[in-house]
């Protein structure tokens, strides 16, 4: 049943760090406002803000946690310390990095699966290749996703959105979504005719800071001490 519920757009809302739009309270706004304008579901980062979003949206939510750990690549949902996290704050889908990369504490994709389905949660296998979304399906997963494609050492510079990996995604039989550089509701549309079971979009609708930046033509935020203050000491 929730997978049938997450036919559609869902949105991705992971403002920036430094964002004054990155506090539990905005982001559920944010994610009222999507679902209120027929977004099947919703893409959370951080335990905190799925908690916040959970309380004001009966979509599915797709939670996460980045954290990078000394060494390793992976830092979506890489160990079972952010599987137990996301799954207790309320997200029904645990989206957790898929690639064959070594990830800590020896875990690999298959005991990533097994430690979200023991939560009662459902596992989104982010990929980055073709290979990789067979490997989660053959694994149990019980959705494959394109996002990871283009930001791996192996895909740096693949064309986005990844239509030709979805293609893959979807030969699997599995759920399958295209998230990553979509950026119009043509490449929506692209997907969805070429059998996407769903579509992430991100940036392109709520990543306001680096939008406003785009227009401006304002490079990233550089962080200083504001004019006439002195820097805080404590």
Known sequence: MI????????????PEAASVLNTPETVALLA?????NGAAGVRIEGAARISAVRRVV??????????????????????????EAVAAAGAEIVAFDATARARPHGHDVAALIAAIHARGALAMADCATGADARAAAAAGADIVSTTLCGYTDATRGHALPALDVLREAVATGVFAILEGGVADPSQVNAAFADGASAVVVGTALTGLDARIRAFGGIPARQKSAPENRSPRTV
């Open 58 to 83: 009966e979509v599915p939510i797709v939670g996460l946690i980045k954290r990078e750990y000394l060494g390793f690549a992976p830092y979506i949902t890489p160990t079972e310390d952010e599987v």
């Open 3 to 14: 997978l049938h519920g997450l036919r559609g757009l869902i949105v991705s809302i992971q």
């Open 32 to 36: 009222r406002c999507a679902v209120a």
